[in-house]
């Protein structure tokens, strides 16, 4: 296998692998977020490791790959290290995520408080608002009953007959 040959499977892997990645994000969407995020470092974790195959010429493959094939196989003695492999970075990738957690929690923390304050202040100003807009019309209805002169009576003909409603056929 030549250098050429060797780049271009580790870059169709990397795509297969982000194609992976990109679908195991939409399946665990719909999970509740302490159990979703900790999937998704699995999977990248599972999907991103790679291990040493061939340590005279440098030469790496996906450590799930090569665990997989030496215990299906029975084809080498990789697996051993190809799982220390997954281990050791399943570890750093858990710290790394550890210490992102505890940086977003007062940030979400202080953006929750914020946000419940921010709406308490919108429903007492729309509360305050509501009770000066009832004033408004209850004084508006007031002007206006006064402000027009009533209206007029319409004008009774004197004589006979002209009390009576007749119907319209």
């Known amino acids: 296998m030549t250098e050429h040959d060797y780049l271009l499977a580790w870059g169709l892997y990397a795509v297969a692998a ?29 999907l991103l490791s790679p291990t040493i195959v061939d340590p005279v010429k440098d030469s790496f493959a996906p450590a799930i790959a090569i665990t997989a094939l030496d215990v299906a196989f029975k084809v080498g003695n990789n697996a051993w290290r190809a799982a220390s492999d997954l281990a050791m970075y399943g570890m750093i990738a858990f710290a790394l995520y550890f210490v992102f957690v505890l940086i977003r ?65």
């Open 18 to 46: 982000l194609g992976c990645l990109l679908v195991a994000f939409k399946l665990t969407g719909w999970m509740w977020r302490w159990l979703r995020e900790p999937l998704r470092v699995i999977v990248a974790v599972l």
């Open 105 to 169: 929690w007062p940030l979400e923390k202080r953006a929750a408080e914020r946000r419940a304050q921010r709406e308490a202040t919108a429903q007492r100003q729309a509360k305050e608002d509501a009770e000066v807009a009832d004033a408004d019309s209850i004084a508006a209805n007031r002007q206006d009953r006064y402000r027009d002169d009533p209206p007029a009576a319409p004008a009774r003909r004197a004589g006979p007959g002209q009390g009576r409603v007749e119907p319209r056929l």
